[in-house]
């Protein structure tokens, strides 16, 4: 089962998930994910996701495409690296935007602030 836990830093929204993205366990994750209108950025935490299957990936690029429909940033963090190779295999790795920590640029200020630590979980 898919866990997510949210938490908000001010207009950012990261999704922390922890389980499998795959078949029958996805509509959780797209409703937490579509629910963030108010964000201007949707980050998912992939630190303690194991695997993801043809199902997620397709979810994926259907959230991105809502989101960016909105002017929404969508972003994935701290992906496994089995799940690198599988985004690296599809080629989803350049149509998603992934990296191993979020760097935001502060709107008053012309620098780089990382505002993720290396897994944003929580045991809820």
């Known amino acids: 089962m898919l866990k997510i836990h949210t938490?908000?830093?001010g207009n950012v929204a990261i999704l922390c998930l922890?389980?499998?993205?795959v078949i029958g366990d996805t509509d959780g994750l797209s409703e937490a994910v579509r629910s963030q209108?108010?964000?201007s950025m949707v980050v998912l935490d992939f630190?303690?996701?194991?695997?993801?299957?043809?199902?997620?990936?397709?979810?994926?690029?259907e959230l991105r495409d809502f989101m960016r429909?909105?002017?929404?940033?969508?972003?994935?963090?701290?992906?496994?690296?089995?799940?690198?190779?599988?985004?690296?295999?599809?080629r989803l790795n350049t149509v998603l935007e992934v990296s191993n920590e979020l760097k935001v640029r502060?709107?008053?200020r012309d620098q780089s602030t990382t505002i993720l630590p290396a897994s944003c979980f929580q045991e809820v």
């Open 18 to 21: 922890q389980g499998e993205v």
């Open 47 to 61: 630190a303690r996701v194991e695997i993801i299957d043809a199902k997620g990936l397709g979810l994926l690029l």
């Open 69 to 90: 429909s909105r002017g929404i940033e969508f972003r994935l963090v701290n992906m496994n690296r089995l799940i690198q190779q599988v985004l690296n295999i599809t």
């Open 7 to 9: 938490q908000k830093l």
């Open 106 to 108: 502060a709107p008053a």
């Open 37 to 39: 209108s108010n964000a």
